[in-house]
Nanobody, 124 residues
Framework: QVQLVESGGGLVQAGESLRLSCAAS????????IAWLRQAPGKERDLVIC????????FYGDSAKGRFTISRDNVENTMYLQMRDLKPEDTGVYYC?????????????????RGRGTQVTVSS
């Protein structure tokens, strides 16, 4: 069964860090691009970051530049989103998503496989 499960969210103060995890089952991160999107109440979903599986090239959304990085544990087939210097505007539900392709293409319509999300709340 193809599945994504996010974890690691929580309530933090501005300036602190969090690491989100996305565990995959039913496929390998060797084969699919991964993206993290943020959904905040009353706002459009935001593409935070996307990493292609083909060459590891990474797209950073404006909010992620200089603060967020993506990494991988090959043994656990888990991808991580390391978030530093968090700001209140980073608050939202974070979803791990994939388009089931090698490259980060087709945003947002092709990114149909996603987990249930994990809540991140940053207080000022």
């Amino acid at each position: 069964q193809v599945q994504l499960v996010e974890s690691g969210g929580g309530l933090v103060q501005a300036g602190e860090s969090l690491r989100l995890s996305c565990a995959a089952s039913g496929f390998s991160w060797d084969d699919y691009a991964i993206a993290w999107l943020r959904q905040a109440p009353g706002k459009e979903r935001d593409l935070v970051i996307c990493r292609s599986s083909s060459d590891g090239s990474t797209f950073y959304g404006d909010s992620a530049k200089g603060r967020f990085t993506i990494s991988r544990d090959n043994v656990e087939n888990t991808m991580y989103l390391q978030m530093r210097d968090l700001k209140p505007e980073d608050t939202g539900v974070y979803y791990c998503v994939t388009n089931r392709h090698f490259y980060c293409s087709g945003w947002p319509d092709d990114f149909t496989l996603r987990g249930r999300g994990t809540q991140v709340t940053v207080s000022s």
